[in-house]
């Protein structure tokens, strides 16, 4: 199983960014799908969450400004993320939370925001 993270990069407050993650070795439509940050210093934090079925769930700090989406006929989730902050800065992981693959995560995508 694997799990690639992608669309990171260095944006200004206020911008925008879409990550993306290409999954592969497990059936993706059976699986809830999440993304994770990890901010410097600071323990993996969930930022949204969608399950097979498509309920989503987000923290508080995203609520309003990300949208997590998925394409099960690519095996793919994303995570559009708006009206950036600071402290949106961090490593933002792909996961498959709640099933048998939930300890598998993927090298995480980068993203800085900063003027």
């Known amino acids: 199983v694997q799990l690639q993270a992608s669309g990171g990069g260095l944006v200004q407050p206020g911008g925008f960014l879409r990550l993306s993650c290409e999954a592969s070795?497990?059936?993706?439509?059976?699986?809830?799908f999440a993304w994770y940050r990890q901010a410097p210093g600071k323990q993996r934090e969930l930022v949204a969450q969608?399950?097979?079925?498509?309920?989503?769930n987000y923290s508080d700090s995203a609520k309003g400004r990300f949208t997590i989406s998925r394409d099960n006929a690519k095996a793919m989730g994303y995570l559009q993320m708006n009206n950036l902050r600071s402290e949106d800065t961090g490593v933002y992981y792909c996961?498959?939370?709640?099933?048998?693959?939930?300890?598998?995560w993927g090298q995480g995508t980068q993203v800085t925001v900063s003027s």
């Open positions: 996961n498959l939370p709640n099933g048998r693959w939930r300890n598998v």
């Open positions: 070795g497990m059936v993706f439509n059976q699986n809830d």
């Open positions: 969608i399950s097979n079925n498509g309920i989503t």
